[in-house]
């Protein structure tokens, strides 16, 4: 299928690896021109050079603190009018909400809730008088299906959600789409270090705690980044325009319900 991407241009926010790396190749593979961000400068290279070597896309690579004024103003100088963007950033550690204070909070907030909407605000209005744009938030299964010592996260990025699930009703009808997707386990590095810790803690091998967090899906196992980055693709795509204000949940079906 052709998306109806070539000669478009995106932003994808902590595209060094990972699930923003998977969508960033994903789209390239569409022919869209990147502009790439992660705070670690040469693994952010290292990913531009890997996609530039696979398709024949500009890629531009800049390396700060999305999560900044000074990071957003960088990367919007570097591609002022995307056609998409694709939010994305590191959430805040586990821990119990005793604990957290109020810059705790804030610094969650700024990171998984403020950052999405300030580069929204830099750029929608620009979408809208080109008709078309597509704003993809990456969050959490966690939104969905909150888990206690992820409240930061949980409460952030609801928050973001929210926010999205209003704007997303008004930009629409100058075909610009606004939706969210809610990984859950996907093979990424994040996940394995994850699943090296769980295993360190039960004094077992890597290999046998991700065997058993594995039979905890219905699918069997983890899911593929490039699954994740292909179904980012779609959303963004000429395909999707009546795709409106929706959470794609992406866990192998892992949270039992209905709707």
Same mark, same amino acid.
């Given at each position: ?11 994808? &926010? +902590? ?14 593979? $569409? ?11 040469? %693994? ?15 890629? %531009?690579?800049?390396? &700060?603190?999305? %999560? ?8 919007? +100088? ?9 939010? !994305? ?6 821990? /119990? ?18 950052? +999405? ?38 409460? #952030? ?21 606004? /939706? ?6 996907? #093979? ?28 905890? /899906? ?8 490039? $699954? ?27 949270? !039992?319900?209905?709707?």
């Amino acid at each position: 299928m052709d998306l109806g991407l070539s000669g478009r241009k995106a932003i994808v &926010c +902590a595209a060094s690896k990972g699930l923003g790396k998977a969508s960033a190749l994903s789209l390239a593979r $569409e022919g869209v021109d990147l502009v790439i961000n992660s705070r670690t400068a040469e %693994t952010l290279e290292a990913t531009a050079a890997e996609i530039r070597k696979e398709t024949s896309v500009n890629v %531009t690579a800049v390396a &700060c603190d999305i %999560t900044t004024d000074e990071g957003r103003a960088q990367v919007l +100088a570097a591609c002022s009018d995307p056609d998409i963007l694709i939010n !994305n950033a590191g959430g805040p550690p586990p821990g /119990n909400f005793r604990d957290w204070d109020r810059d705790d909070w804030i610094k969650a907030v700024d990171a998984n809730m403020l950052t +999405a909407i300030f580069l929204i605000k830099a750029v929608v209005d620009g979408m809208m008088e080109r008709k078309f744009g597509r704003i993809v938030n990456i969050t959490s299964a966690a939104v969905k299906s909150p888990i206690e010592i992820l409240g930061l996260s949980n409460g #952030a990025r609801a928050g973001l959600t929210g926010f999205c699930a209003g704007l997303a009703r008004k930009t629409a009808i100058n075909n610009v789409t606004i /939706n969210n997707i809610l990984p859950g386990p996907f #093979a990424t590095d994040r996940f394995h270090s994850n699943i090296q810790t769980q295993a360190d803690n039960a004094g077992k091998s890597f290999d046998e705690m991700l065997a058993i967090r594995n039979s905890q /899906n219905p699918s069997g196992r983890a899911g593929d980044p490039a $699954e994740f980055g292909d179904a980012c693709a779609f959303l963004c795509s000429a395909k999707s325009g009546f795709i409106v204000g929706q959470n794609l949940l992406l866990d192998g079906g892992a949270f !039992n319900s209905t709707f």
